[in-house]
């Protein structure tokens, strides 16, 4: 099956300062991978989409000069949280599509990574 | 109105019993339906997905789905202890700039007792 990394698994950081996140498709490519935040006892909540080669899309509401997205090759999307405060602390989990298969049922599907979770003192 | 909505629970049954989660979601153009678990401290797993009304059977879990009601279901039969999760309810946008997007429901926890 498909699989998605990340990296790290947990950071303690203080704050002010920048904290960059990982997200690597280990056996397809992704054209398209989505970050998204949750936070203790809720869902998850789409933050962002990134799309290889271009620039990546904000949700309403998130900001994009704070959450920077860089997604440089098929396999790899970063995101960086910039200035990071308390009330970043969550968890940052990606995903992506795989477009291996010509069905359309397994490319609809995102397979998630495993998570990071962030700490901000 | 929430985009998806599902009974945040928890819901409790016993070993062996069938559960039965459900969701409910606004936008009528949606066309993709999916079933994670996720354990707690882990990212979500897909378990199931469905596209079309009517039921989809995979192993112990059913998904059943009905458009015109803007209902999907998950039903889970001879549970099992390992089962107790927080079960998430999400659902692919409709078109145009939003495809592919998925929109999450806050998720229904289960616990299953010996």
């Known amino acids: 099956g498909a699989v998605v990394s990340q990296h790290p698994s947990w950071v303690i950081c203080k704050s002010g300062t920048s904290v960059k996140i990982e997200c690597r498709s280990l056996?397809?490519?992704?054209?398209?991978m989505f970050w998204y935040r949750q936070f203790p006892k809720q869902s998850l909540m789409l933050m962002a989409t990134s799309n290889e080669g271009s620039k990546a899309t904000y949700e309403q509401g998130v900001e994009k000069d704070k959450f920077l997205i860089n997604h440089a090759s098929l396999t790899l999307s970063t995101l960086t949280v910039t200035s990071a405060h308390p009330e970043d602390s969550s968890f940052y989990i990606c995903?992506?599509?795989?477009?291996?298969?010509?069905?359309?049922?397994?490319?609809?599907?995102?397979?998630f990574g495993p998570g990071t979770r962030l700490t901000v003192l | 109105q929430k985009e998806v909505e599902q009974n945040s629970g928890p819901l409790s049954v016993p070993e062996g019993a069938i559960a039965s989660l459900n969701c409910t979601y606004s936008?009528?153009?949606?066309?993709?339906f999916f079933w994670y678990r996720q354990y707690s401290g882990k990212s979500p797993e897909l378990i199931m997905s469905?596209?079309?009304?009517g039921d989809k059977e995979d192993g112990r879990f059913t998904a059943q789905l009905n458009k015109a009601s803007q209902y999907v279901s998950l039903l889970i039969r001879d549970s099992q202890p390992s089962d107790s999760a927080t079960y998430l309810c999400a659902v692919n946008r409709a078109g145009g700039t939003s495809y592919g997007k998925l929109t999450f429901g806050q998720g229904t926890i289960l616990t299953v007792h010996p």
């Open positions: 469905i596209y079309s009304n």
């Open positions: 936008d009528r153009g949606s066309q993709s």
């Open positions: 995903s992506a599509r795989d477009y291996r298969f010509a069905s359309v049922d397994v490319g609809q599907k995102q397979f």
């Open positions: 056996d397809f490519q992704a054209t398209t």
